[in-house]
């Protein structure tokens, strides 16, 4: 054929920071390792590679055969090494000095691991703002891939999306790929013809193109139903098989020989975006459904033309769904923003070893996963926001010794810790850190054990969400959920729909209130514990209400005083609670007491803790009450006289 295209494959193999070593596992034996076979029994066949930071630490400690194996791979040209910031974050979650710090630290560790400069990274979630350009590029990176997604959203047309493209901030320049969504749907979802008669298309049409294919590289194992498929089926070996057998018209490529060989298409500024599942995603639920409707709509062929029209939402608007995220990243922040004023007090040479380390434990504590939620559980995975919880506690306790505390030591400020134009209080010490927020019913929303580095606090609200439909449906229909399409084929984890437990759809409820601790309420006389559980009885206006604070110090204790005058029904009464905590305590100390109460009338007061303690069934942790008697596990139930 006189056609020529240039086909880059390019594979992003993550596990986040805090899973299961059972998981990492899987993933290698299912989707790392075989790859990596049936790669090297095709020479002819090169990828660009990356590997987040937090995979390969773990690969590097359980497998260290697999980065000799790499390593080798690169060394004969098949295998080009992709960077990226180092435990893959959300750019536009950490601070300019930490995107530059994260890209800069991962590809000094890959160049010093597998012997090569590395000049192309990997976007964590190819969520994108075009002021990242000039951090990138001052990190030493040459060029990176988004989705074609972002440059239809630029106004670019299909045809016009074989290739790469400069874009530009502040005169700094980067070469950015499109990656094509088709591609990302056929591989390895259809049969290798299909995707090698697409391409010819593109050929005929565009001679000399480049495609991208870029995509996660559990897509090959690890998915729900592709290990089957993709090995034991032979999707792979066919699909290198094709691509060999094409070889006169087809030429595959990695990133930087496209670069050296091959001009810019020309010049494009991308506007803010993800890939498309991902700005659905980051819809509030109504809007979801309805963008959701709309995208569906534009598919027929009267109403293309305006597809590429239809955006969904923005990534840092998870921020907004999901407190529970803000609350992560703006501790995220404090921490950032600590040891940068400590970093800036000492010189570079003199930078102590509790400041590199805290460092790291910030950097992973940045891993995206846990701060927002689409296709996987992220957000919804507790061990996920632990993890989270439990770096930022390590580096700020690092931090702690790095500003020379006492042995025993307490404080107490009020700021806005969490980002909502109000102020939060922060009470301190050497074992635990607390944080509470007047403006939104006194609650205690962070309790840090630093000790074990565990926020007890970690809880989560539940929502709904818009797969929660689908739940119910086929709970009232009875109708058995499959991982596979009607013809038994592996489908997209965007268009799966798998349940592991019956009735799950029995389990779904909602939160009206924050599920924090220090939850102050007044209860219908008579309310039994399930309707409490079920979030219903509530006759006082203390929940969520607003609490006049004042702060009190002394050298060895800090205390918070929180009042409110409310509703209690028709009458007016008036709540006041303490916190409390003493230098070298492990105890937060609350006090509380009611005044204005009406007479004659029964009252049913309560407060409410919510504590996040995983395992929530393990030996080790349990309730016991005044006497120390274990009353059950965390996971228990209890209706105590």
């Known amino acids: 054929m006189s056609c020529r295209v240039r086909l880059v494959l390019a594979l992003h193999n993550h596990q986040p920071i805090g899973n299961f ?20 029994e095709f020479p002819e066949v090169p990828i660009a590679l990356h590997t987040s930071g937090s995979l390969l630490e773990w690969l590097l400690a359980h497998h260290p055969e697999y980065i000799d194996r790499v390593r080798t791979l690169v060394e004969r040209g098949q295998v080009e090494i992709v960077g990226g910031p180092f435990y893959e974050p959300i750019l536009a979650t950490i601070p300019r000095r930490d995107r530059i710090g994260q890209i800069t630290a991962y590809s000094r560790f890959l160049e010093e691991l597998f012997g090569v400069a590395v000049r192309g990274m990997w976007i964590p979630e190819r969520v994108w703002e075009q002021a990242f350009v000039g951090d990138i590029t001052q990190a030493g990176i040459e060029y990176t891939i988004l989705d074609d997604f972002h440059f239809r959203c630029a106004g670019l047309l299909d045809d ?40 010819r298309q593109i050929g005929e049409r565009f001679p000399n193109s480049v495609v991208t294919f ?12 592709t290990q089957q498929h993709v090995y034991a089926d032979g999707w792979l070996r066919r699909f290198f098989e094709a691509l060999r057998a094409n070889s006169d018209w087809l030429q595959l490529a990695k990133l930087g020989d496209v670069v050296d060989q091959v001009s810019p298409v020309g010049k494009v500024y991308i506007p803010d975006a993800s890939y498309r599942e991902m700005t659905e995603w980051a819809l509030p639920i109504t809007r979801q ?79 995206n996963c846990p701060y927002w939620h689409g296709a996987f559980g992220g957000l919804y995975l507790p061990h996920l926001r632990n993890a989270v919880f439990q770096k930022l506690i390590a580096a700020d306790t690092l931090l702690e010794k790095v500003a020379q505390r006492p042995r025993h030591w307490v404080s107490i400020d009020a700021d806005d810790y969490n980002l909502d134009a109000r102020k939060e209080v922060r009470l301190a010490g050497d074992r635990l850190v607390a944080y509470i927020a007047p403006a939104r019913g006194g609650h205690l929303y962070e309790l840090d054990v630093r000790g074990i580095a565990h926020n007890l606090l970690a809880t989560l609200n539940r929502r709904p969400e818009v797969y929660h439909e689908r739940v119910r449906a086929a709970g009232e229909s009875q109708a058995d959920a499959s991982m596979a399409d009607q013809a ?37 006389p008579g309310l039994t514990a399930a309707r409490v559980v079920a979030g219903e009885g509530e006759i006082g206006d203390f929940t969520n209400g607003v609490y006049d604070a004042s702060l009190r110090r002394s050298p060895d204790r800090v205390e918070l005083r929180m009042s409110r005058r409310g509703a209690l029904g028709p009458y007016t009464v008036v709540l006041h609670k303490t916190v409390s905590l003493a230098a070298g305590s492990g105890r937060l100390v609350i006090d509380y007491r009611l005044e204005s109460l009406p007479r004659d009338v029964p009252i049913h007061f309560g407060v409410e803790f919510n504590f996040a303690g995983l395992a929530g069934g393990a030996a080790d942790r349990y309730f016991y009450d005044a006497r120390g008697i274990q009353r059950g596990q965390l996971q228990s139930c209890l209706d105590l006289p």
């Not at 268009?495 to 437990?501: G, I, S, V």
């Not at 209130?513 to 007044?522: G, I, L, T």
């Open 214 to 225: 870029g995509d996660d590289g559990e897509k090959f194992g690890t998915w729900p139903g």
């Open 289 to 367: 459904v309805e963008y959701h409707r709309l995208t569906h709509a534009t598919e027929d062929t009267a109403h293309e033309g305006i597809r590429q029209f239809v955006r969904g939402g923005f990534w840092r608007n998870f921020r907004v769904k999901y407190p529970e995220s803000n609350e992560m990243y703006a501790r995220m922040l404090q921490v950032s923003q600590r040891l940068a004023e400590l970093a800036d007090s000492a010189t570079p040479q003199a930078e102590c070893p509790e400041l590199k380390q805290a460092r790291t434990e910030l950097y992973r504590a940045q891993c």
């Open 21 to 40: 070593d059972g998981v990492f596992e899987a993933a290698y034996q299912q989707s790392y390792a075989p790859f990596l076979d049936m790669l090297t």
């Open 160 to 199: 016009e999306l074989y290739g790469y493209y400069l874009t530009e901030d502040e005169g700094r320049l980067l070469k950015v790929f499109p990656g094509s969504e088709k591609l990302r749907y056929t591989i390895p979802f259809a049969e290798p013809r299909k995707t090698i008669d697409y391409l």
């Open 488 to 524: 038994g084929k592996p489908v997209s984890i965007h268009d799966l729909t798998a349940f592991k437990q019956p009735d799950l759809h029995k389990k779904l409820g909602y939160d009206t209130w924050p599920r924090k601790s220090c939850v102050d309420h007044f209860f219908q």
